[in-house]
């Protein structure tokens, strides 16, 4: 019998009181990969991933990691790191103490990667957290969640404080730990751009809803900006479906969700037209505002009736 999925979710919604946070979320992730979940503020990220560690439950639908429910199930917990910025830890410890527990915690914790991290980082480890700058609080996070090897860990926002150096740090190790020891990794992230090279497969949730689920490299090139004389553009991009229109005098660019044919790179050429590829974070940021302006329209629909 082939291995569950690593995560899996059936019509799962979550309400709070008059928050519909979760809605109706369908997920069938395999193992051994490394899934963005990326979404707008308030978005539902953070709730998907507290019911998908057991440290929250559904209203309605069902969680399983590794073909268990997470909640109170000690052998499933075992296998998950949860890194998430509101992390608490007792008061008076220092990282080292932190990482010590980890070190119990995680079966598969890799002392020596740690200890790297913590040079990488310049963690000073001796330090009570309480004390710790916002930068070195996500850099022990972020070290938990690496050097715990869990067979499955959630990253939420693991690097606010994080400068520049610091993030890329994070991405490169996390790359390279990823392809001696493969394991599943769900990354929540704003930055999109920046953590673009290093997802597998892309999940955007958008009011509580699933509005992309697709392979990372299926969504490169997945739409496209045409750029020019206003009417050249309407008549190329004519029965496409529009994700954004700028226009400015007689110029229009708009964005369009599918894939170019070498047909259409000659039209638009023979036209005049610009044509030039979006990237993820236009992508996500195009899905969202459409999925929100649909979601407004219907609620508007509603409302007439
Ligand atoms: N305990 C709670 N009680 C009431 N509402 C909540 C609670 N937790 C979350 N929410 C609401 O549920 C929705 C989803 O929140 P969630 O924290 O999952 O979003 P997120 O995508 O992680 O956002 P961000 O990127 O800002 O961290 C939001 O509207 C939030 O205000």
Not at 155 to 176: M, N
Not at 207 to 232: D, H, M, P
Not at 233 to 255: E, I, M, N, W, Y
Request: charged share 25%.
């Amino acid at each position: 019998m082939s291995e569950a999925p690593a995560i899996l979710t059936r019509a799962l919604s979550k309400t709070y009181k008059d928050v519909r946070a979760l809605d109706n979320v369908n997920l069938e992730l395999p193992a051994n990969r490394i899934y963005g979940l990326l979404g707008r503020n308030g978005a539902g990220k953070t709730t998907l991933m507290s019911i998908l560690t057991g440290q929250n439950f559904a209203t309605e639908g069902e969680a399983e990691i590794f073909g268990h429910t997470p909640f109170e199930h000690d052998p499933t917990l075992s296998r998950i790191c949860f890194i998430r910025e509101s992390q608490k830890y007792p008061d008076d410890f220092k990282a080292s103490q932190a990482f010590k527990a980890a070190a119990i915690f995680f079966e598969n914790w890799n002392e020596e990667l740690a200890q790297d991290l913590v040079r990488a980082f310049n963690l000073p480890v001796k330090r009570r957290i309480k004390k710790l700058s916002r930068g070195q609080l996500s850099a022990v996070g972020v070290i938990i969640g690496m050097a715990s090897r869990a067979e499955i860990t959630f990253f939420d926002e693991p690097y606010l404080g994080l400068d520049a150096v610091a993030r890329q740090i994070f991405y490169d190790r996390l790359i390279e730990d990823f392809a001696q020891f493969p394991r599943t990794i769900v990354l929540s992230s704003h930055l999109i751009d920046e953590v673009s090279n290093l997802l597998e497969h892309v999940i955007v949730i958008d009011q509580g809803r699933i509005v992309i689920n697709a392979e990372a490299e299926e969504l490169q090139g997945a739409a496209f900006t045409v750029t020019g004389n206003a009417q050249k553009v309407a008549q190329f991009t004519a029965g496409c479906k529009v994700l954004h229109r700028d226009a400015l005098g007689s110029l229009a660019s708009l964005t369009v969700q599918g894939r170019l044919s070498d047909q259409q790179r000659r039209e638009a050429a023979e036209l005049g037209l610009d044509l030039s590829p979006v990237s993820l974070q236009q992508l996500v940021v195009r899905s969202t505002l459409n999925a929100a302006a649909d979601q407004n329209g219907t609620m508007e629909q509603e409302a007439r009736k």
